[in-house]
């Protein structure tokens, strides 16, 4: 089409919604801009930006930089961007590391990497030796009467369970309870001393072949006082491929209960025959790595204490040797791509010089891949600048959106849940997008990333995904993206994506962000949510 033409461009600029007027630019060019920060940060030359990387250093300025041309003022300190984050960082030594099945007092060796790995982001015993008990999904739902521990004697135990949920519970509750940290929980309370964990091959998004690769890659936690969650003294994953061997003289097969999780069964409890022998030495550093804040402050005198707070992960996987190809985790969608919408979204509120009653704060974290510990600091630590007294009322996070297809609709995780939700749904409506619900809630996305630390402190929080339907042609797309890139070296800068889609993400981001600063009221979660018990008062 030819815009040139006077009545074409009149024809054109009628058709433009609310929000394709934010931006003085075109969408192409948009694109181009969003793009360029993509490249940025995600070139090979920055390996992949693990955290304490001079990769991620570099990241972090580019972010800092461009928060300031931005028209953002600094929100770590009165004169910086980066707030700092300890973390301690375990890697695993597999040379002084082993597991064993002991049956009949025999031991029968476990490979490391093949059979099982243990898991390292808690602070683990050296030697453990104890039975175990097949547990099913290992969850205690209380609100929905579910409890997979009741009349399981697991004391001084190891749990072993198949990830996963049963049907008929709502998705934000089952994400809840099935995350690590809340099953940790209710195997400790139930008297636990391990978790045993076996991904269903037909529900995890990485195969074992690839997540066994990471294994030797270090874990962090943040450098506090451990979460209750995190003190079972052993963790292991069992490759589903191996998972018959723990089994074998119990009276069931791994593939009869695993076709009980696939369907959302119920599934039996039952003990192990085989004992589980573990000895994992770890080596131990400490590392620093920065959350980058920016912030845009509130024209109500009052209502600027409140603080909208725009979130996108910045750090990701790294390099690692053992991969084919470049072995560079470039992460130009997970989650490059996020923080390329948080500038692109404070330059249009800059650009348009909009009115926002709340102050908001743009915040390129650290730490989500190692367990969502950027956000969690931050969470613990919000700091505004000077504004010490300031409070977080609503987090808008994105991670890995995938414009990989035209956004006809947006997905808002959450979206049920709180008032910012419909704030949400109305940001995007005014910038003529629609808003449809998740296709894959058994993912549990909601609680995967950095928005439930947010959650977890009491605030309420979304995050955002392009929309798509069960049996559609995107849907092949992203479950073709998930299977060949995510947490792959292909999640590079060579990948097919439609950046004019992403442009258009950026303008209803940018709309939804307006909506959530400008409501009267401040965000809160509705009566019947599930999450409203993390809110203080
Ligand atoms: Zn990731």
Known sequence: MNTRHPAIAILIALSLTAAEKVGELSLPEEGRRWWAHVEMMAKDELKGRDIGSEGYAIAAKYVATEFEKAGLKPGASATSYLQNVRFIQRQID???SSLALIRDGKPEPLTLGEHANI?????????LEAEMVFVGYGVKIPEANYDDLKDVDLKGKIAVYIAGQPAGIAAPLASHYTSAGERNKALIAAGAVGAAAINNPRTSDIPWARATLARLSPAMTIDEKLPASDRLKLSITINPAHAAKFFAGSGHTFEELQSLAEQKKPIPHFPLTAKLSARASFKKSKVASDNIIGIREGSDPKLKNEFIVVTAHLDHLGVNEKLPGDKIYNGAMDNASGVASLIEAARQIKDANLTLKRSVAFIALTGEEKGLLGSTWYAQHPVFGKEKQATVVGNLNMDMYLPLFPLKALVILGVDESTLG???????????????????????????????????????????????KKGTPEEKTIQTWLRDRYH????????????????????????????????DEAPKWKDASFFKRFAKN
Do not use: C, H
Not at 119 to 127: D, N, P, Q, V, Y
Not at 432 to 442: F, N, Q, S
Not at 492 to 513: F, G, H, W
């Open 119 to 127: 898991g390292i982001r808690g602070a683990f015993a050296s030697k």
């Open 94 to 96: 597999e040379s002084k």
């Open 422 to 468: 419909d704030l949400a749904r109305k940001g995007a409506i005014e910038a003529g997008i629609e808003v449809w619900p998740d296709p894959a809630p058994e993912r549990n996305s909601f609680v995967r990333s950095d928005q439930y630390s947010f959650i977890r402190n009491g605030t309420p929080a979304l995050a955002f995904k392009f929309g798509y």
């Open 488 to 519: 792959a070296p292909g999640d590079d800068l060579n990948q097919p994506l439609d950046k004019e889609a992403a442009a258009r993400y950026n303008r209803v981001l940018t709309s939804m962000i307006r909506a959530s600063a400008n409501s």
